[in-house]
């Protein structure tokens, strides 16, 4: 997979750190809430339906989506997640630096589903 055109980053993305809340009173379910580390612009590839030779698997999770973006030097790592602007959640399983030349990165996930169901989270 080349390197994106600038023209090619046409989906808006959130990477966001999930952090733990207090119960909601009577209640011993835990809650989260996310905090916006990163808000950019990213190309996307997903792999669903894809050939068992394409797919890739990551510790035994399947990625699901590649989000292609420009090199950052905020931190941020694979307990973090992407958020779309539909409020899709995906689990960041890892993040690549392409050709270790510190333009791109992609970031490989697993789709979690939407921030507003408790199960996804």
């Known amino acids: 997979m080349a390197a994106p055109k600038l ?3 046409q989906t808006s993305i959130q990477v966001v750190r999930r952090d733990l809340r207090v119960p909601s009173p009577g209640s011993a379910e835990p809650r989260h ?3 916006v580390i990163l808000t ?3 190309q996307v590839k997903s792999r669903t339906g894809a050939t068992e030779f394409s797919r890739v698997d990551i510790n035994g999770k399947q990625s699901t989506h590649t989000f292609t973006i420009r ?3 905020l931190p941020f790592d694979v307990r973090h997640r992407v958020r779309d602007a539909r409020g899709q959640l995906f689990q960041i399983l890892s993040v690549e630096n392409v050709d270790l030349g510190n333009e791109w990165m992609r970031i490989h996930c697993s789709n979690q ?3 507003e169901v408790e199960a996804a989270r």
């Open 33 to 35: 809430a996310y905090a």
């Open 7 to 9: 023209g090619d980053l």
């Open 113 to 115: 589903g939407s921030d």
């Open 40 to 42: 950019t612009r990213a």
């Open 71 to 73: 090199w950052t030097s």
